[in-house]
């Protein structure tokens, strides 16, 4: 089987994905490298040009010659018995679409099958079935309803219903803010929720080679203004993420807890990360990402480093579940 690292997209999470090929690229330097332009074509690329890419979080990545439809890859992926390691994130890598492809093909893929992505990155959705596995998620607030439910909780937060690396943020403090989420919402479902005040966690989930899945260690973040969004989380030197947290031993296994139950509720496989409030009254789940990073900077690497497991050993072992399930 021959390892291929696809990665790109053709979503707003293409930058981020470069840098998590580059840190994959880096880990599994055998593996083939195909990129997954904007224009849905595939393209091969050389290692040198991957990792020569200085600023992958801000300049685009740019593939040589001509590629191929993203069908065709997928074709291609299945004749030469390709394993796919996913080095891609939101839109249609995340969303379960990518995966369908590589399913109805054979193909064989690292991550969560086609339906638990596409539950997972609905926020609506998954906040519904996280509840049904006894994980506490804020209320959401109707557009409508968004200048009575302001004035009631005096915050709210307001992010698209499918999409990530926190684009598309925004913070309702005052009346004026609601302008910006009318005007987002024209383009794209928004969730919108009471602001909660507390502490940004964030908890990683890995199955491993047995079926067993375990909880890492919660990672806790803090930023210079309070927002975690795209900047803060790429290209601000402020960002702290300190792992393990330092919540007491209590509110971190109630995180644990709360991840792996997430992550079961939604059926996900090999890896997925859960994020969270730790409010005044304990953990409130917020969202699960199916395919988060892992570039160097990324918080999922930062865990698997504080519970003692090496990058190359992780990507060994999800080869090995995308492999065994590829034959079921």
Same mark, same amino acid.
């Given at each position: 089987?021959?390892?291929?690292?696809?990665?790109?997209?053709?979503?707003?999470?293409?930058?981020?994905?470069?840098?998590?090929?580059?840190?994959?690229?880096?880990?599994?330097?055998?593996?083939?490298?195909?990129?997954?332009?904007?224009?849905?074509?595939?393209?091969?690329?050389?290692?040198?040009?991957?990792?020569?890419?200085?600023?992958?979080?801000?300049?685009?990545?740019?593939?040589?010659?001509?590629?191929?439809?993203?069908?065709?890859?997928?074709?291609?992926?299945?004749?030469?018995?390709?394993?796919?390691?996913?080095?891609?994130?939101?839109?249609?890598?995340?969303?379960?679409?990518?995966?369908?492809?590589?399913?109805?093909?054979?193909?064989?893929?690292?991550?969560?099958?086609?339906?638990?992505?596409?539950?997972?990155?609905?926020?609506?959705?998954?906040?519904?079935?996280?509840?049904?596995?006894?994980?506490?998620?804020?209320?959401?607030?109707?557009?409508?309803?968004?200048?009575?439910?302001?004035?009631?909780?005096?915050?709210?937060?307001?992010?698209?219903?499918?999409?990530?690396?926190?684009?598309?943020?925004?913070?309702?403090?005052?009346?004026?803010?609601?302008?910006?989420?009318?005007?987002?919402?024209?383009?794209?479902?928004?969730?919108?929720?009471?602001?909660?005040?507390?502490?940004?966690?964030?908890?990683?989930?890995?199955?491993?080679?047995?079926?067993?899945?375990? =909880?890492?260690?919660?990672?806790? /973040?803090?930023?210079?203004? $309070?927002?975690?969004?795209?900047? #803060? %989380?790429?290209?601000? !030197?402020?960002?702290?993420?300190?792992?393990?947290?330092?919540?007491?031993?209590?509110?971190?296994?109630?995180?644990?807890?709360?991840?792996?139950?997430?992550?079961?509720?939604?059926?996900?496989?090999?890896?997925?990360?859960?994020?969270?409030?730790?409010?005044?009254?304990?953990?409130?789940?917020?969202?699960?990402?199916?395919?988060?990073?892992?570039?160097?900077?990324?918080?999922?690497?930062?865990?698997?480093? =504080?519970?003692?497991?090496?990058? /190359?050993?992780?990507?060994? $072992?999800?080869?090995?579940?995308? #492999? %065994?399930?590829?034959? !079921?």
């Amino acid at each position: 089987m021959r390892i291929t690292i696809l990665f790109g997209g053709t979503n707003k999470e293409r930058l981020v994905s470069v840098a998590t090929a580059q840190a994959l690229h880096t880990a599994l330097p055998e593996a083939d490298l195909w990129f997954w332009d904007i224009d849905d074509s595939v393209h091969q690329v050389q290692s040198e040009k991957l990792l020569g890419h200085a600023r992958p979080f801000e300049d685009p990545f740019k593939p040589d010659g001509v590629g191929v439809a993203i069908e065709l890859a997928l074709d291609k992926a299945k004749a030469e018995d390709r394993l796919l390691v996913l080095g891609l994130h939101g839109g249609r890598a995340e969303n379960g679409e990518l995966q369908a492809m590589c399913e109805m093909r054979g193909v064989a893929f690292t991550g969560s099958g086609s339906a638990s992505s596409h539950l997972a990155f609905d926020k609506i959705a998954a906040k519904q079935f996280a509840a049904l596995a006894g994980v506490k998620a804020p209320a959401g607030v109707a557009l409508g309803d968004a200048e009575k439910a302001l004035a009631e909780y005096g915050r709210l937060i307001a992010k698209p219903a499918r999409d990530g690396s926190s684009y598309g943020l925004i913070y309702v403090n005052a009346r004026q803010d609601l302008v910006a989420v009318r005007n987002a919402a024209k383009t794209e479902e928004y969730v919108i929720e009471p602001f909660i005040s507390g502490t940004e966690a964030t908890c990683g989930v890995l199955e491993q080679a047995d079926g067993s899945v375990i =909880a890492l260690p919660p990672i806790e /973040i803090i930023t210079a203004d $309070g927002g975690f969004d795209y900047t #803060a %989380k790429y290209l601000a !030197k402020s960002t702290q993420e300190i792992c393990p947290g330092r919540f007491s031993p209590e509110i971190s296994a109630g995180i644990m807890d709360l991840a792996v139950r997430a992550h079961r509720a939604m059926s996900c496989s090999g890896y997925s990360r859960s994020d969270f409030i730790v409010s005044a009254k304990g953990p409130v789940y917020l969202e699960t990402n199916t395919l988060p990073g892992l570039t160097k900077a990324s918080l999922y690497p930062k865990a698997l480093k =504080a519970q003692g497991i090496e990058f /190359i050993d992780f990507l060994r $072992g999800q080869i090995e579940l995308g #492999a %065994k399930r590829a034959q !079921k």
